[in-house]
């Protein structure tokens, strides 16, 4: 079992920024992807951003160049540096963590991003 634990959202302008972290915790031996999606109210959960073990990139279009993932894997962390917030990045942001053995996905419990315009 993987707990994780979210940190960072909030109410900010547009133009803001924001740092949302994850921390994973528990059978983390195993840990390979970890990302953040977004839930915006009355859509579905769209992948933001993704960080393999061997740090490939996968970003959402809409936030090519604002927003920024990383990981410390001493620290089991996952970040996301979002810049230049704009009122459609409002939403939950869920982080996601996926095992290799087994192979599983684990899903945080949500942070809420609210740009104001």
């Known amino acids: 079992q993987v707990q994780l634990v979210e940190s960072g959202g909030g109410l900010v302008q547009a133009g803001g920024s924001l740092r949302l972290s994850c921390a994973a915790s528990?059978?983390?031996?195993?840990?390979?992807?970890m990302g953040w999606y977004r839930q915006a109210p009355g859509k579905q959960r769209d992948l933001v951003a993704r960080?393999?073990?061997?740090?490939?990139?996968n970003y959402a279009d809409s936030v090519k160049g604002r927003f920024a993932i990383s990981r410390d894997n001493a620290k089991n962390t996952v970040y996301l540096q979002m810049d230049s917030l704009k009122p459609e990045d409002t939403g939950v942001y869920y982080c996601?963590?996926?095992?290799?053995?087994?192979?599983?996905?684990?899903w945080g419990q949500g942070t809420q991003v609210t740009v104001s315009s």
């Open positions: 996601n963590v996926q095992t290799t053995v087994p192979q599983l996905s684990y």
């Open positions: 528990g059978s983390i031996f195993s840990i390979n992807a």
């Open positions: 960080i393999t073990s061997d740090y490939r990139l």
